[in-house]
């Protein structure tokens, strides 16, 4: 599926002069409703994009940091997850798009502009945790019908298991031992 560049994201690299180039985005929640990604609530994300241009390549560094409202994998809560992270890549010039490896982009000649907004999507969605915990659960301030289900449906721990009982084995496999050390 071949999106529309989002204009905002899309940097024309021909005017600019040799040597670095500072970008600043702010990313919200209708940055990712464009790519129809629905697991963030709300979204503020500050995105510095930095640009070295050079002779014959571009290479970018874009650093993120911000907070994404998430709903927690195991209450459903939603919660703030803080988020940061940072993605490198250079863009060379060749003599057809090419964009398999995902740190080395090539893009035809005579090209004087570039869209950055999949990198950007991609860089912020893997860098947020594979298992979203709302902080409540860790720090057993979270009240939650959920939670509290749970607690009713685990199975209760046994505290005072002395370090004999932990150790102590079945009779019947004591008695098999004995059979391969009785050669």
Known sequence: MIM??????????????????????????????YFEYEDFNEVNINLDVLL???????EFTLSFKGIVNV?????????????????????????DFNDDNEELIIIPHGSYEISIQQYIYESIVLAMPTRRVHPGIKDGTLK???LKKLEELSIPQEENISIEEENKTDPRWDELKKLLTDK
């Open 144 to 146: 939650s019908v959920v």
């Open 71 to 95: 709903n927690c994998d195991t209450t459903t809560e939603p919660y703030d997850q803080e988020i940061e992270g940072s993605f490198y890549f250079v863009v060379k010039f060749g003599e």
């Open 4 to 33: 529309k560049a989002l204009k905002e994201f899309t940097i024309p690299f021909v005017g600019l002069k040799l040597g670095e180039h500072q970008f600043n985005y702010q990313i919200s929640k209708s940055f990712f409703e």
């Open 52 to 58: 070295n241009k050079k002779n014959t390549m571009l």
